[in-house]
């Protein structure tokens, strides 16, 4: 038997950790307007459903991976307070792994926008 009671809670403590990540990470922010702002162009140029549907996927596992930092962050400052090195490693590659993938997101961003753009350029002329 499903507990919805239970559900929604777990939604609610997951909307609050978004939103207390949104609210405390100055990347989360960067990521999250540069998202808005590509996804606008996107649909601007009429990209169709399976460039959308990609550009979601990247969007959304660059989000996802910052959340995941944030909480490893979190953690590691929770348990080691005193400088370690063995810490200082976790966290650099946690945020690490955030910025390979934002590297790997910009080239398929790149290659999802560059005809689109050409194209959008040529109809001007």
Do not use: C
Request: aromatic letters at 10%; charged letters at 15%.
């Amino acid at each position: 038997m499903i507990s919805w009671r239970k559900l929604i809670s777990s939604f609610m403590f997951a909307f609050a950790g978004i939103v207390s990540t949104f609210k405390t990470e100055q990347n989360f922010r960067i990521h999250a307007f540069i998202s808005v702002i590509v996804i606008s162009i996107a649909i601007a140029l009429d990209f169709s459903s399976v460039k959308l549907i990609i550009l979601f996927i990247v969007i959304g596992l660059v989000l996802a991976l910052e959340l995941i930092n944030t909480a490893i962050e979190n953690i590691v400052d929770l348990i080691s307070p005193e400088y370690h090195l063995l810490a200082e490693r976790a966290k650099d590659a946690a945020a690490g792994a955030v910025l390979v993938f934002s590297i790997f997101a910009v080239i398929i961003g790149i290659l999802l926008f560059i005809e689109p753009l050409l194209n959008s350029i040529n109809s001007i002329k």
